[in-house]
């Protein structure tokens, strides 16, 4: 246990930074003065960070057995799985040394450290389901890429000659992304709470899969606007909810690779969406329906949604999920389903518990969650810069390119059918290019893939933009086609995964449902923005000035990123703490400091050291108290 170490002032408090899973203390001084509710604040992730980092086995072990009896978990067999779980809990990583492991958990425990995608095949349901619910939303977004090329003249809307039809174009465009920032997000948290992880995906596809049916039947811009801003209700908590899903089933090993897949299989959705539009292109009216191919394209979306429907209570309830209902036995029993031992779902459902206990532990009394995202500085931090790429993965322009890629290609010099081939070439380039960031993205940072992509993503947006002006046809073509797929090529790795990736790591724990709330819904406002404005923009701009206004985001996007974001890769909840804890006018000199850097090194190839910003600040560090003082406040 560690001791909190006397300091020379009543001004002046010794910061303790602990490993959670090591158990080792290092002493830091610092020369802030806090006040008894920021110490208490800033406990919050101490404690959060491992609640069973130092207690020894003999208690691990008997709160492990405690456990297991006070809420009849099994038999014998099991309240020993608890035992050794508790122990192992502590640090899933020095599992070897727990005493009292049989040769099978031995070899199993080994291998899920070596070879972390052997799963049970249950597991793998999961991971099905989650691709697919990503597909689903995917699928959603591009289907009417293909079929406002059809629609939009049976609805009358004329929207490159009339500025009421483009704004009526647009708005149709956004509806989804408006029914998702306004209503769907907000959903989130009272479905899960009354239908289960299970039965919100369940509703929620169920919802998509009736709304993209009801598109096929309409017969006006504004019954499709409804149809679509009810097809918002299924995307928003659904596009919350599965990454959850996923967070709370899958073991730490593959955590983050499946929050990535989320951006790929979604990317893959986008792709299946421009396959539709190509396949049902040529499908006739029949007797009594004009416009029988588009009707198919906007209802072919809920094919995914409906196989979701199909197997999505095949797979167990999140075991979070029931604990923090008050079923302990059934978030066991889902975990055994999960995992290959009982000794591994006793250790994750263990951990859980304490989690939860800590967690309804902490109440920072008086204090409204909605105000300490704004008025503590590490969370004010860490929303703006979570705000920032939010913003910008919808401002970097990609979205104008999947909702309107076809009428840009036509409006380049395409035939509609080439220009819906080459919206499938956009698609296929977007999944393609995503996968790679499920390496790249722990390999070298969420902050320098952003940095090293916006730059190739203005200027080939600038490329496409510039390329209207070539008075030959062929060249235009190719030029323009040209400027977007490598345009796609660098913001599928960079600023297609982060956004979601950075956003719900920023975040203290104790805030962190509240702060992706708000970074969800941010991205949907922005989208619906960005879907309404194109068409009107365009006509204003042209193609060329349009193009050009979203290259300029991508420099502007660059410039935050480089003064605003601090770097997350493989950052523990206290690290975290000590990165957000540097003011936003240090990070940014810091950051402005990086280019004259990387002129001297990279350009000139001279000889120059980099300087460590957290190491350089550490006065700035956030306060944490030992274990004993946490004890002594009640707090575990």
């Known amino acids: 246990m560690a001791d909190l170490h006397e300091t020379s002032s009543s001004d002046d408090i010794t910061h303790v930074e602990y490993d959670a899973r090591n158990h080792s203390l290092a002493d830091r001084r610092t020369s802030i ?26 208690e691990l072990r008997g709160k492990g057995r405690a456990y297991a009896m006070k809420h009849y978990l099994g038999d014998e067999e099991d309240i020993r799985a608890f035992e050794l779980g508790a122990c192992i809990a502590q640090d899933p990583k020095r599992w070897s040394k727990v005493h009292g492991l049989t040769p099978e958990e031995h070899a199993i425990l080994s291998k899920e450290q070596t070879s972390r995608w052997s799963q049970p095949r249950l597991m793998y349901l999961v991971i099905i389901l989650c691709s697919m619910a990503a597909a689903v939303q995917g699928m959603d977004e591009t289907v009417v890429n293909g079929g406002q090329v059809f629609y939009d003249p049976q609805f009358n809307l004329d929207p490159d000659n009339s500025l009421s039809d483009s704004w009526k174009a647009g708005l149709v465009n956004a509806a989804p992304y408006i029914g998702c920032a306004f209503v769907g997000c907000w959903l989130t948290v009272p479905f899960n709470n009354m239908f289960g992880r299970r039965g919100t995906v369940f509703i929620t596809c169920l919802f998509s899969a009736i709304a993209c049916f009801w598109q096929g039947f309409v017969n006006s811009w504004w019954s499709m606007f409804v149809a679509r801003f009810a097809l918002g209700m299924g995307i928003g908590p659904k596009s919350a909810t599965v990454p959850m899903y996923a967070a709370e089933t899958t073991p730490p090993a593959i955590r983050g690779a499946l929050v990535m897949q989320w951006q790929m299989w979604t990317a893959f959705g986008i792709m299946i969406g421009y396959v539709a539009d190509l396949a049902l292109y040529y499908v006739p009216d029949q007797s009594g329906i004009t416009g029988l191919n588009w009707r198919l394209m906007m209802a072919s979306a809920m094919l995914p949604a409906v196989v979701v429907c199909c197997f999505v209570f095949k797979c167990p309830e999140s075991p979070r999920w029931y604990m923090s209902n008050g079923k302990h036995y059934k978030a066991y029993e889902s975990m055994c389903r999960l995992r290959f031992t009982k000794v591994q779902a006793a250790r ?43 913003f910008m993965q919808q401002f970097c322009g990609v979205n104008v390119i999947a909702y309107y890629s076809s009428g840009i290609f036509i409006e380049s010099g395409f035939n509609t059918v080439p220009a819906l081939a080459a919206s499938l070439g956009f698609g296929t380039l ?10 790249t993205i722990d390999t070298y940072g969420r902050r320098k893939l952003l940095l090293f992509t916006t730059p190739f993503m203005a200027l080939f947006l600038f490329f496409t933009a510039f390329s209207f002006y070539i008075p030959n046809d062929q060249a235009r073509i190719g030029c323009v086609a040209l400027g977007i797929y490598i345009y796609t090529m660098f913001y599928s790795p960079g600023m297609g995964p982060v956004p979601f990736t950075y956003s719900a790591e920023a975040y203290p724990l104790y805030v962190r449902p509240l702060g992706m709330a708000v970074a969800t819904a941010t991205l949907w406002f922005f989208n619906a923005v960005l879907s309404i404005t194109w068409p009107s923009l365009k006509n204003a701009f042209t193609p060329t000035g349009a193009f050009s206004w979203y290259a300029s985001w991508n420099i502007i996007g660059f410039f935050l990123v480089l003064l605003f974001l601090p770097e997350t890769k493989e950052k523990t909840l206290e690290e975290l703490d000590q990165v957000f804890a540097v003011p936003t006018h240090t990070h940014a000199a810091w950051g402005a400091r990086q280019v004259p850097y990387f002129f001297k090194k990279y350009i000139f190839r001279q000889h120059a050291e980099p300087e460590t910003l957290y190491k350089q600040h550490e006065e700035y560090e956030d306060v944490s108290y030992g274990d004993s003082a946490r004890r002594e406040e009640g707090m575990i």
């Open 430 to 439: 977007n999944f393609l290019f995503a996968i790679p960031a499920i390496y």
């Open 348 to 390: 994750d459902i263990f951990y859980m518990h304490t989690l939860l206990q800590a967690e309804s532990a902490i109440i920072i009394k008086g204090k409204f969650k909605a105000l300490e995202l704004i008025r503590v500085p590490r969370n004010r931090r860490a929303l703006l810069a979570s705000e920032i790429v939010m």
């Open 33 to 58: 003065r806090a006040k008894p509710e920021d110490i208490l604040r800033e406990n919050v992730n101490a404690t959060l960070a491992n609640p069973l980092a130092y207690l020894s086995p003999e």
